[in-house]
């Protein structure tokens, strides 16, 4: 089944660590990206790239990291330096940057306390 | 940019058709309109685009005027499990970034 996968889908670390989110799609798409959602919120991007190698900051990238070394992975780092770091994390891809039909993962429900 | 506005929410009960609409005034020659649904703790899921006129799917119906300054997301017979958050999108954007705003929270009450 072709499709995107966040793992886990739920997280809990301590203040003061990093953590890594998991995204790895399998449907070819050339660009993938990275949301944060919070309680009642709409959807707020915080990262994304349109080929490998390559990413670009969202409107809320402090305190985030991504990479892009193969074309079917974009793992999200919190770093210890974003402020409020819960919150629910969502991956997504498209076949382009330009296409508008973007494929979603289920989602990491990150808590840090 | 365009930037678009949505009602906040919106209750409608079981069997009813659906209708929710999205002003978009500024929108540009090469935007199209998407809209998206989400359930809680999941992703969106897309459901429709359209350019111009009226489109229809398994799902829905897009209803957009000459003037494509607003559209209309129509949801026939809908049933509690529709129940989500609505996302209307306009775009592209020139720097290739997908906004979502806060969306529509459509309540199905039996």
């Known amino acids: 089944d072709g499709g995107i996968t966040q793992s886990p889908k739920y997280l809990f670390r301590k203040e003061g660590q990093n953590v890594t989110l998991s995204c790895e799609q399998n449907l070819n798409h050339d660009a993938m990206y990275w949301y944060r959602q919070d309680p009642g919120q709409g959807l707020r991007l915080i990262y994304y790239?349109?080929?490998?190698?390559?990413?670009q900051k969202g409107d809320i990238a402090e305190g985030y990291s991504v990479s892009r070394e193969k074309k079917e992975s974009f793992p999200l780092t919190v770093t210890s330096a974003q402020k409020n770091p819960t919150a629910f994390y969502l991956c997504a891809s498209s076949i382009s940057g330009t296409s508008y039909e973007q494929y979603f993962g289920p989602g990491t429900r990150l808590t840090v306390t | 940019l365009a930037k678009t506005t949505q009602p906040i929410s919106m209750d409608s009960y079981e069997g009813q058709e659906v209708n929710i609409t999205c002003s978009h005034n500024?929108?540009?020659?090469?935007?199209?309109i998407t809209w998206y649904q989400q359930f809680p703790s999941q992703g969106p899921r897309f459901i429709i685009q359209g350019y111009k006129t009226k489109v229809t799917n398994e799902v829905a119906s897009l209803f957009i005027p000459a003037d494509r300054k607003s559209s209309t997301l129509s949801l026939p017979r809908v049933s509690l499990s529709d129940t989500a958050v609505y996302y209307c999108l306009v775009g592209p954007n020139r720097d290739d970034k997908i906004i979502f705003g806060k969306g529509t929270r459509l309540h199905i009450l039996p």
């Open positions: 790239s349109q080929i490998v190698n390559d990413f």
């Open positions: 500024n929108i540009a020659t090469n935007d199209y």
